[in-house]
């Protein structure tokens, strides 16, 4: 088995990206490694297993899902995080917003959830405690919630850009000397989100997957147990700080229109 990954990771390097070696001052050499991908793909194939599971547990049964499961069983553990995440998100985004994006905004909580998680489990590596795969996360939450702000709002999404005072309306440029303070201000703000979402998230499921696994090594009993604890609450903590900037972010890209 390690020949065989061996094998495939140096396939893959050469024929997708070639041959990569460079050092970056701050996270060091960054040899080419499958390793976070093998991560995100258990990861996957778990949670489909767990919405299969819940979709024959609870929307199968004569109940059909109104009422919740009284065994505390993965459906019912899956069914409590996808609540608590409405909910958090209904308080920011409203009920009828979070309802048309749960979809979108559990399916990103569960992902980090479960792959923050993996990295308590003993022989197993989150995906997130690379930059890579945060990066990613964190470029298709900028996409979508500027895509979304532009066919929700049209040019009054991009007219936050040119400051408070202006409007695409007749006479809307009161200042115009503030264009060319506050454009140069809002890109730099938009582009340093998805950089503060993925170094976030990388800087503390990293540190806490090093914690971990030092003290396994140094005393392999009972010691490690307060620190695995501790490493719950990072997950739980780091999921929803990603999650609920997420949806800030989708709060904000959607009631432009409003102000306008």
Not at 116 to 126: A, K
Not at 194 to 207: E, K, Q, T
Not at 217 to 225: A, D
Request: hydrophobic share 55%.
């Amino acid at each position: 088995m390690p020949e065989f990954w061996a094998r495939l990771t140096n396939q893959a390097e050469q024929s997708v990206f070639g041959i990569r070696r460079w050092e970056w001052m701050m996270f060091g050499d960054t040899h080419y490694s499958l390793i976070h991908v093998a991560a995100a793909v258990i990861t996957v194939v778990f949670l489909i297993i767990a919405a299969l599971r819940w979709r024959q547990d609870v929307l199968g049964n004569k109940t059909e899902g109104v009422v919740p499961p009284r065994e505390w069983r993965l459906p019912a553990m899956l069914n409590g995080f996808v609540n608590a995440t409405f909910n958090m998100s209904a308080d920011v985004l409203g009920e009828e917003d979070t309802k048309r994006w749960l979809p979108f905004i559990g399916t990103l909580a569960l992902f980090i959830f479960i792959c923050n998680i993996q990295g308590l489990v003993p022989g197993l590596l989150p995906a997130t405690d690379t930059l890579k795969t945060n990066l990613a996360l964190a470029v298709m939450v900028f996409v979508i919630y500027n895509v979304v702000g532009v066919y929700t709002n049209g040019l009054h999404y991009l007219a936050h850009f040119l400051g408070p005072s202006f409007s695409f309306k007749p006479g809307g440029l009161k200042f115009p000397w503030l264009f060319w303070l506050m454009l140069p201000i809002e890109i730099v703000s938009h582009i340093a989100r998805p950089v503060s979402l993925s170094l976030r998230l990388m800087g503390n499921m990293l540190a806490d997957h090093k914690v971990v696994g030092a003290v396994l090594v140094l005393v392999p009993l009972l010691v490690p147990v307060p620190f695995m604890l501790l490493g719950v609450m990072v997950a739980i903590i780091q999921t929803v700080v990603f999650t609920l900037l997420t949806v800030i972010y989708l709060s904000l890209a959607l009631e432009h229109a409003e102000e306008h």
